[in-house]
Nanobody, 126 residues
Framework: QVQLVESGGGSVQAGDSLRLSCAAS????????MGWFRQAPGKEREFVAV????????SYADSVKGRFTASRDTAKKMVYLQMNSLKPEDTAVYYC???????????????????WGQGTQVTVSS
């Protein structure tokens, strides 16, 4: 059983930066991709970013492209989300998720992932 734990959230001002971390533990962790999603109050959970575990290649939602950067440390089984130039509309609970099955190109939906963290709150004030 794989457990994911996010950290690094907080309350910041618009224009500030935060780095979220996600630690994977338990079981035999063999992920093909790690995703970041977010959910604002009253809204659906939405895709933010994905990093493919083996290659390290990344993809981003248009709303965060150029501001957010996903990275990973395979030895430590950690993934990170560096968030720069934060905006009030980035306010949400951020979740990391692991796809433990074989790779798929469709990594932009919640259904592609098998294990989820508990989430960390990010609040950006103007």
């Amino acid at each position: 059983q794989v457990q994911l734990v996010e950290s690094g959230g907080g309350s910041v001002q618009a224009g500030d930066s935060l780095r979220l971390s996600c630690a994977a533990s338990g079981g035999t962790f063999t992920s093909s991709a790690m995703g970041w999603f977010r959910q604002a109050p009253g809204k659906e959970r939405e895709f933010v970013a994905v990093i493919r575990w083996n290659s390290g290649s990344t993809s981003y939602a248009d709303s965060v492209k150029g501001r957010f950067t996903a990275s990973r440390d395979t030895a430590k089984k950690m993934v990170y989300l560096q968030m720069n130039s934060l905006k009030p509309e980035d306010t949400a609970v951020y979740y990391c998720a692991a796809r433990l099955r074989v790779y798929t190109s469709n990594l932009y939906n919640t259904g592609a992932y098998d294990s989820w963290g508990q989430g960390t709150q990010v609040t950006v004030s103007s």
